[in-house]
C-alpha cells in the first residue's frame, strides 16, 4: 500500500472549514484513500473514503486530485469535538487487513 | 446498536502472568483484527482474522496468541507478558461484502500496564 504524509498538526477555529491535506503520490490505480479519525485515546472512527471522484457525507468532504497524488479532508464547520488526530491512509481495497495508520495530523479546534 | 467491545478496559498485571484481552462484534463481521498503540509509534497491527479459524500475523505479532472459534468472537492472548506489552490495544471488524466499503470499526481500547 503507498505511503501517506500529512502534516503533524494543524489549528482551526471554532465554526470555520478545517482542510486537512494529504499527499499519496506513490498511489496506484486501484487504491483508495480512506480517512479515520482518533479522538482522545478512543478507537479510530471511519469518515471517508473515494477512488477517484470527490465524496461528501455527513461529517466531512473529501477532495481528490485528478492525478490523485494529493487529497484534502474538509471539515465544513469545524467544533471543539473534531479536536482528534486524522489519519489518511490509502489501500486496495481487497487488502482488507494491511491498515497502516501513519502518524496522522493532530486538529486542534479553538474557541 | 452495532459495536465492537473489549474487556477488561483497564489492565495491571505483572511480568508472566498469563491473560486474555476479549473482543466481541454484533455486527456479523468476518474480518477482525487486533492492534497496539504506542507515543511515537501510531497504530500497529497485531494479528487479524479472515473468518472463523483463519488468522494471520500482522506487523507486531510477537508475544501475543488469538483464537477464532466463533465468528463475533476475537481474543488476544499474552501467554507471558513483559512490560514493552505495555500499550493501549484496540480491536476491529470490519466485512469485505459490499465492494469498497472497508470501514472498520474499533472497540473502545484496553489500556494495558505490564509490571
Known amino acids: 500500500d503507498a505511503k501517506t504524509t500529512q502534516p503533524p498538526s494543524m489549528d482551526c477555529a471554532e465554526g470555520r472549514a478545517a482542510n486537512l491535506p494529504c499527499n499519496h503520490s506513490t498511489i496506484s490505480g486501484n487504491e483508495y484513500v480512506y480517512w479515520y479519525r482518533q479522538i482522545h485515546s478512543q478507537g479510530p472512527q471511519y469518515i471517508i473514503h473515494g477512488l477517484k471522484n470527490n465524496e461528501t457525507n455527513e461529517m466531512a468532504s473529501l477532495i481528490i486530485t485528478e492525478d490523485r497524488k494529493s487529497s484534502t479532508l474538509i471539515l465544513p464547520h469545524a467544533t471543539l469535538r473534531d479536536t482528534a488526530v486524522y489519519y489518511c491512509i490509502v489501500r486496495v481495497d481487497y487488502n482488507f487487513n494491511k491498515f497502516y495508520f501513519g502518524s496522522g495530523t493532530k486538529l486542534n479546534v479553538k474557541p | 446498536e452495532a459495536q465492537v467491545t473489549q474487556n477488561p478496559r483497564y489492565l495491571i498485571t505483572v511480568t508472566g502472568k498469563k491473560l486474555t484481552v476479549t473482543c466481541s462484534q454484533n455486527?456479523?463481521?468476518?474480518?477482525m483484527s487486533w492492534y497496539r498503540q504506542d507515543p511515537g509509534l501510531g497504530l500497529r497491527q497485531i494479528y487479524y482474522s479472515m473468518n472463523v479459524e483463519a488468522t494471520d500475523k500482522g506487523d507486531v505479532p510477537e508475544g501475543y496468541k488469538v483464537s477464532r472459534k466463533e465468528k463475533r468472537n476475537f481474543p488476544l492472548i499474552l501467554e507471558s507478558p513483559s512490560p514493552n506489552q505495555t500499550s493501549l490495544y484496540f480491536c476491529a471488524s470490519s466485512d469485505p461484502a459490499g465492494g469498497s466499503t472497508d470501514t472498520q470499526y474499533f472497540g473502545p481500547g484496553t489500556r494495558l500496564t505490564v509490571l
Open positions: 455486527m456479523n463481521h468476518e474480518y
